[in-house]
Every structure is written in structure tokens, then in C-alpha cells.
């Protein structure tokens, strides 16, 4: 039987199998490269979220890969794999860091003749208390993050790409995915 040397296949063989409909091919893929995933989300920060969510994402674009890749494509499946992966996880990230501006996005400006019609919803001493809780927030960064990596996160919670912040910094991909990585465990550790 030709599983029995589970690992002895390559990576685009097994691939072609499981786009065929193999599903043991599938399978032992996702088994190779869960730890790929789970060390990519490892370098990520998710807003409200955990790193297991994160690994979700990864695994879900490690899924799609098996089934988009093409060998005509000019690159491996490994590094196809790798940037399916890294997309989904970025994405997630994203989309969370989008999400946490909710409450000023569907905010009522003070100025609003029609105030006193929202009944329950926030008045302006807790639009305050947010302010003041926001401001509270961005002193704790800055003293836990450096110049550079204080900049980095606040970009990168805007929403703006890594080519963007690099643009902006004038850092290449590697100094911005550093500071990101770096900026995380520090925010860890002084959240904990």
C-alpha cells in the first residue's frame, strides 16, 4: 500500500492526489504543514481573539492552497502554502483590527440636534471615559514600545499593509515584521 511511507511523497505529488479527490492525501498534507501554520500564527496578534484562531485561519488557507495550486505556476507548493497561509492569517488580523473602531464608526457627533432621540445609547460622559480610556491605553503602549515599534502597531492597527507602513517608515518588510512580532510579546507580557 503506498501509504505506508507517509512522508516519502512530495509535496506537489500528494497535491495532484488530493485534487483528484484523495482525501488521505489531503489529510497527510494538512498533517505536514500544521506546524508551518501554527508557528506563522505564532507571529501575529489578533484583537480580541486567541492564536488558536489564528492556526484556524492559517489551516483554511492551507486548505485552499491544496486546492488552487498549480504546478504551472512557476512556484513550489511549499512557498504557495506558505503565502496562502500567511494571506489568511493576515486577513483575519486585519479584519479584527477593523472591528475595534466600531464604537467610533457608528458614533453620534455631540453636535447633534437629534441627540437626546437615542435613548440608551451612549451619552457624551462615556463618550468621555472612552476618550479617557483610549488615551490610557495609548500611554501603556508607548511605554512598553519602542518609537519605532509604537509606530508600527498604530499603523498596522489602522489597518495600513506591511508595504504601506514600510513606505511610510521607510524600513524594509523585515524591520516592520520584526517590530510586529517584537511589539507582541512585549504587549503580552505587560498585559498579562
Same mark, same amino acid.
Given at each position: 500500500?503506498?501509504?505506508?511511507?507517509?512522508?516519502?511523497?512530495?509535496? #506537489?505529488?500528494?497535491?495532484?492526489?488530493?485534487?483528484?479527490?484523495? =482525501?488521505?492525501?489531503?489529510?497527510?498534507?494538512?498533517?505536514?504543514?500544521?506546524?508551518?501554520?501554527?508557528?506563522?500564527?505564532?507571529?501575529?496578534?489578533?484583537?480580541?481573539? #486567541?492564536?488558536?484562531?489564528?492556526?484556524?485561519?492559517?489551516?483554511?488557507?492551507?486548505? *485552499?492552497?491544496?486546492?488552487?495550486?498549480?504546478?504551472?505556476?512557476?512556484?513550489?507548493?511549499?512557498?504557495?502554502?506558505?503565502?496562502?497561509?500567511?494571506?489568511?492569517?493576515?486577513? @483575519?488580523?486585519?479584519?479584527? =483590527?477593523?472591528?475595534?473602531?466600531?464604537?467610533?464608526?457608528?458614533?453620534?457627533?455631540?453636535?447633534?440636534?437629534?441627540?437626546?432621540?437615542?435613548?440608551? #445609547? $451612549?451619552?457624551? $460622559? #462615556?463618550?468621555?471615559?472612552?476618550?479617557?480610556?483610549?488615551?490610557?491605553?495609548?500611554?501603556?503602549?508607548?511605554?512598553?514600545?519602542?518609537?519605532?515599534?509604537?509606530?508600527?502597531?498604530?499603523?498596522?492597527?489602522?489597518?495600513? *499593509?506591511? @508595504?504601506?507602513?514600510?513606505? @511610510?517608515?521607510?524600513?524594509?518588510?523585515?524591520?516592520?515584521?520584526?517590530?510586529?512580532?517584537?511589539?507582541?510579546?512585549?504587549?503580552?507580557?505587560?498585559?498579562?
Amino acid at each position: 500500500m503506498r501509504w505506508c511511507v507517509q512522508g516519502s511523497e512530495s509535496d #506537489e505529488a500528494l497535491v495532484r492526489q488530493a485534487q483528484a479527490g484523495d =482525501s488521505r492525501a489531503t489529510e497527510l498534507l494538512l498533517r505536514r504543514y500544521m506546524n508551518t501554520v501554527r508557528v506563522r500564527a505564532r507571529g501575529f496578534f489578533l484583537v480580541g481573539g #486567541e492564536t488558536d484562531d489564528l492556526v484556524q485561519e492559517g489551516m483554511i488557507g492551507l486548505y *485552499s492552497a491544496i486546492g488552487d495550486f498549480r504546478e504551472d505556476g512557476g512556484m513550489s507548493f511549499k512557498n504557495f502554502a506558505y503565502l496562502c497561509i500567511t494571506r489568511h492569517i493576515l486577513d @483575519a488580523v486585519k479584519t479584527s =483590527s477593523r472591528r475595534k473602531n466600531g464604537p467610533l464608526n457608528n458614533s453620534v457627533s455631540l453636535s447633534d440636534p437629534g441627540l437626546s432621540d437615542f435613548a440608551g #445609547e $451612549e451619552n457624551p $460622559e #462615556e463618550f468621555l471615559l472612552d476618550d479617557e480610556a483610549r488615551q490610557e491605553l495609548r500611554m501603556k503602549l508607548m511605554k512598553a514600545l519602542s518609537d519605532f515599534e509604537f509606530r508600527v502597531v498604530t499603523m498596522y492597527l489602522e489597518g495600513m *499593509s506591511y @508595504a504601506q507602513i514600510c513606505e @511610510a517608515t521607510g524600513k524594509d518588510l523585515k524591520s516592520v515584521d520584526n517590530a510586529l512580532a517584537r511589539s507582541k510579546k512585549k504587549l503580552q507580557r505587560s498585559f498579562a
